[in-house]
């Protein structure tokens, strides 16, 4: 156990479900102790460790067992079979406020929780300032909690918690009420604390998961499905939650495709530049992959994908700043009447950079595809500025509205490509400058 921070085994969690709260007393009073309820496992024999520093995001749906499991880590509920062992001080931000006293006032209340977390008031006066400063809430920490928003209250829970020097931080997903400068500043606290500390972290935005995690845990129906690298699980995810709608009962696998494609020999937009520099941002490009990792309904298949200049001709690479129009050729396998062709480009850790469809666009018009039929989508938009690295396209064909759609092909890395050099800032993408200026005034 020495550098294992968590270890789960055989963890089960059931209630007791009764239709009509008599039903809880006639059991009780039976004398051949009839059953009146029904099981529901909350958490089904799961089990797993967690290596001390590292950082394991939990994902699943609503009622799959992320928030039980947590309650379960932290001693918030007791299990009905498994255990549980810890190994550090491991604290917890489960709920809005859990813990507060709401007819106090937030720094008594900051005080009654440093007591609650084991620590002494002498540390609590050392630490105060600190904790202020982090929630950022002015005036209204001599005000009544119950007085607070939830976005206040949710800021001094996470200054309480941040500066207690926790070994393992569990935190649900108390941050998505807070307002965006106040998750920017939690992000980098906890980007700051898995360089030494061991985090669990719950969260329905994959991007953070992704942008935080070493590990992924994906929870359905109260068992464990699956666990390994971010990108795969989150990936694995999305496809499970397109799956579960229902079904046209087409199938991709077999179908013949007749792609309209074009053979003219791809050109490298880089000839057009005089200047050869290394501070350009030459991006090259990789063939289509139509075999790549993919799920849908089937009633639809994405043949081509492919980056183009100006002039429509295709290209191998192209620069970071230009005009460039992606397009996207599928061909239907049953009647569409509200196809959508979409987008999205991630990095290597599997952020999302930038998406787009055509729904918004196309909102307007009446489009319906005939079985066999080919359906050109192109997105035409200039190319930002990207920091060297790995990149992949996903593309993607529903059909529906933005809301509620059928997804027919989802492929995940569609198109890849690579940029070799940069001269960006430090963000995800560049936005090409007009004009820059400076002057002495």
Partial sequence: MSDVAIKVEGLTKVYRLYDDPVDRVKESLHPFRKKY?????????????????????????????????????????????????????????????????????????????????????????????????????????????????????????????????????????????????????????????????????????????????????????????????????????????????????????????????????????????????????DIELFKFDENGESFGNGGGKICEVQLMDENDLPLSWLVGGEMVSLVIRSQARENFHSPIVGFLIKDRLGQSVFADNTYLACLDKSIAVGIGQMIEAKFTFRMPVMPAGDYSICVALAEGTQQEHIQHHWIHDALLFKVHTSHICHGLIGVPMKEINMRVM
């Avoid at 939830?150 to 569990?170: C, K, Q, Y």
């Fill in 37 to 281: 309820h029904r099981d529901f496992f909350a958490l089904n024999d799961v089990s797993f460790e967690i290596k001390k520093g590292e950082t394991v995001g939990i994902i699943g749906k609503n009622g799959a067992g992320k928030s039980t499991l947590l309650k379960i880590l932290t001693g918030v509920l007791t299990p009905t079979q498994g255990q549980v062992q810890s190994n550090g001080k491991t604290l917890a931000l489960l709920e809005l406020g859990a813990g507060f006293n709401l007819e106090l006032t937030g720094i008594e209340n900051v005080y009654f929780n440093g007591t609650l977390l084991g620590a002494t008031r002498e540390e609590m006066n050392e630490k105060l300032d600190a904790i202020l400063e982090f929630a950022d809430i002015g005036d209204f920490v001599h005000q009544p909690v119950k007085t607070y928003s939830s976005g206040m209250t949710v800021r001094l829970a996470f200054a309480v918690i941040a500066n207690m020097d926790p070994e393992v931080l569990i935190v649900d997903e108390a941050l998505s009420v807070g307002d965006a400068f106040f998750v920017q500043k939690c992000m980098r606290f906890l980007r700051k604390f898995i360089e030494k500390g061991t985090l669990v972290f719950v969260s329905h935005d994959s991007g953070a998961v992704l942008n935080l995690c070493s590990r992924a845990i994906w929870l359905h129906e109260g068992r464990l499905k699956s666990d390994g690298p971010p990108k795969k699980i989150s990936e694995a995810y999305l496809a499970n939650f397109y799956e579960a709608q229902p079904d046209s009962g087409a199938d991709v696998q077999g179908f013949e495709v007749k792609p309209d494609c074009r053979n003219e020999e791809p050109r490298d937009m880089r000839l057009d530049f005089l200047n050869s520099t290394s501070l350009r941002n």
